[in-house]
């Protein structure tokens, strides 16, 4: 089993930047794949960004590129969210991920954290 805590959510003004937490524990969290999905009020759960292992394989939504930027210290068990030029849009509740490959859909991964809300006002 692994546990995964995210933090680091709150109101930011768009253009705004916010950056996510989220630390994994319990068995060989390092092992996994990690990503980040959001859920928005009245929508599905959407992939926003992954990582694979040792870092060097990232993958994004074409609506956060150039502006998310995701990373892992896996030392601190630790992936990080780096949200830029934040937009009203971007308002969700984010969510971390752990899984054994990168997939941009939500079947791909094997466990969740409880999320964090992201509130981005105009």
């Known amino acids: 089993q692994v546990q995964l805590l995210e933090s680091g959510g709150g109101l930011v003004q768009a253009g705004g930047s916010l950056r996510l937490s989220c630390v994994a524990s319990?068995?060989?969290?390092?092992?996994?794949?990690m990503g980040w999905f959001r859920r928005a009020p009245g929508k599905d759960r959407e992939f926003v960004a992954a990582?694979?292992?040792?870092?060097?394989?990232?993958e994004y939504t074409d609506s956060v590129k150039g502006r998310f930027t995701i990373s892992r210290d896996n030392a601190k068990n630790t992936v990080y969210l780096q949200m830029n030029s934040l937009k009203p849009d971007d308002t969700a509740v984010y969510y971390c991920?752990?899984?054994?490959?990168?997939?941009?859909?939500?079947?791909?991964?094997?466990?969740w954290g409880r999320g964090t809300q992201v509130t981005v006002s105009s």
């Open positions: 991920a752990a899984g054994l490959i990168i997939a941009s859909l939500p079947q791909g991964y094997d466990y």
């Open positions: 990582i694979s292992l040792t870092g060097g394989n990232t």
């Open positions: 319990g068995h060989t969290p390092i092992s996994y794949t």
